[in-house]
């Protein structure tokens, strides 16, 4: 989910008045600088190579890059412009985007113009969850009920590479939305008001240099990492070499959870875990679970697993531990509600995830997320190749569905690039999918 700072955006621009001789004046230049001003609380190491476009009333396009201070300096014909700008800087897992733009800027008779363009701050993931399978599915026989085949599917949603190592993967306790609730006091959840969310029980990380390239994935296997199909049809085929797995035996023991990987993947793909409290399996929620990236910052993710001045225990507990993962440290976040249940309650505050998605469990169904049509559409390359009419939702299942339309999976077969929605709300930005994407 992306968490927004919103700044005003202001525009500070010195001009006078035209000379009454138009008939001279269109034929001349007047030196223009575009001072980009970034939020007082952004650290900002370079202003230097910011792309700033300008465009006159009639659709000409002029573009400059900014020198060291910031200003990017143009000659323009006299009249009207639009001026915009956009700065992305990316660290551990996040991008933050600076934007600004100035409309009907005008430019007069004058020696010089300097036109101060004001940046919004935005802060989103790079790395997205894309789809979580934690629901299990029905054995051959249609009873049986098989739920040690769990992954998450990771996503560069930016254009930039995005850097992997220690990106940890980590769930809430309690892990079901129907518990009766302790951290719920007075109406709201604790830790909200001290700024932290609690990683229950342990957490995998990624511990090598790790690049996932633009518009591309990475599945992450938490449960079960073999082909799982061999035995039960409805089930994954987990066990591919191009996949990653939450593997640390010397920390979960319990081979039903954690048997030994497939062969096929390298030793070199396996995530580093931790434990704390009791439990023998990271255990995944079957009926809804609230999953979230964090990446620590100032730290690593052993050292914050070392220092016992983070941890909590639910309830008062002595065994059912959790770490208090700083709210500003999550990347990405889904609440999963228990469909039908009138009883589920959010772990996530709103400003980690303001909504949830329902998901029916057992039945191989997948909580993906929803294309953003107007992005993905506005990308060149994507002409002719987005895939409509998507019907893999859930919706005759009493389930939902891609609002976009768009079939993201054969539109990617299709050579297309996509853009997921992020508006750190998962009744927005999730559908229930009744196929994996990875069968």
Same mark, same amino acid.
């Given at each position: 989910m992306k968490k927004f700072y919103l700044l005003l955006v202001s525009a500070m621009v010195l001009f006078t008045a035209c000379h009454d001789d138009d008939t001279t004046?269109?034929? #001349?230049?007047?030196?223009?600088?575009?001072?980009?001003?970034?939020?007082?609380?952004?650290?900002?190491?370079?202003?230097?190579?910011?792309?700033?476009?300008? +465009?006159?009333?009639?659709?000409?396009?002029?573009?400059?890059?900014?020198?060291a201070d910031g200003v990017a300096a143009f000659e323009l014909p006299l009249g009207l412009y639009e001026i915009m700008a956009t700065d992305r800087k990316t660290e551990a897992g996040k991008s933050k985007v600076y934007t600004g733009s100035l409309i009907s800027f005008p430019v007069t008779d004058q020696e010089s113009i300097t036109a101060t363009l004001s940046l919004l701050e935005s802060e989103m993931s790079q790395i997205i969850i894309k789809e979580l399978y934690s629901g299990g599915c029905l054995a051959n026989d249609g009873v049986t009920k098989y739920q040690?085949?769990?992954?998450?599917?990771?996503?560069?949603n930016s254009d930039e590479p995005a850097q992997l190592q220690n990106v940890c993967i980590a769930m809430v306790l309690p892990y079901n939305a129907t518990v009766n609730n302790g951290d719920v006091v007075n109406g709201s959840l604790f830790y909200e008001g001290e700024g932290w969310v609690p990683a229950g029980l342990g957490y995998f990380y990624f511990q090598n240099s790790t690049i996932l390239q633009p518009r591309e994935q990475l599945v992450v296997v938490i449960n079960n990492a073999n082909d799982n199909t061999a035995t039960y049809t409805n089930s994954v085929d987990l066990g591919k070499s191009e996949?990653?797995?939450?593997?640390?035996?010397?920390? *979960? +023991? =319990?081979?039903?959870?954690?048997?030994?990987?497939?062969?096929?993947?390298?030793?070199?793909? *396996?995530?580093?875990?931790? #434990?704390y409290g009791t439990g023998n399996a990271w255990t995944l929620s079957v009926t809804s679970p609230a999953f979230f990236l964090f990446a620590p910052e100032g730290t690593t993710p052993e050292a914050f697993y070392a220092d016992a001045d983070n941890i909590n225990g639910? =309830?008062?507990?002595?065994?059912?531990?959790?770490?208090?993962?700083?709210?500003?440290?999550?990347?990405?976040?889904?609440e999963v509600f228990a469909y039908g249940a009138s009883n589920n309650v959010k772990r996530f505050p709103a400003t980690i995830d303001a909504g949830s998605v329902a998901m029916t469990n057992y039945q191989g169904y997948t909580i993906y997320r929803n294309v953003d049509k107007e992005a993905t559409e506005a990308i060149a390359d994507n002409t002719g190749r987005l895939v409509y009419s998507y019907s893999l939702g859930t919706v005759d299942q009493n389930g939902t569905t891609d609002p976009s339309?768009?079939?993201?999976?054969?539109?990617?077969?299709?050579?297309?690039?996509?853009? *997921?929605?992020?508006?750190?709300?998962?009744?927005?930005?999730?559908?229930?999918r009744a196929i994996s994407s990875l069968k």
């Open positions: 004046e269109i034929y #001349r230049v007047i030196p223009v600088s575009v001072q980009l001003d970034y939020p007082s609380t952004a650290d900002i190491a370079s202003k230097e190579n910011v792309s700033v476009q300008v +465009t006159s009333s009639s659709g000409v396009v002029y573009t400059e890059l900014t020198n040690y085949d769990k992954y998450v599917v990771l996503y560069n996949y990653y797995v939450a593997y640390a035996p010397e920390a *979960y +023991t =319990n081979v039903s959870y954690h048997p030994a990987p497939s062969a096929n993947i390298p030793t070199s793909q *396996y995530l580093s875990g931790n #434990r639910y =309830n008062g507990s002595t065994t059912q531990l959790r770490k208090k993962v700083p709210m500003n440290w999550v990347i990405d976040a889904v339309g768009i079939d993201a999976e054969a539109s990617v077969r299709n050579g297309a690039k996509i853009v *997921y929605l992020d508006t750190n709300n998962s009744s927005n930005d999730f559908h229930q």
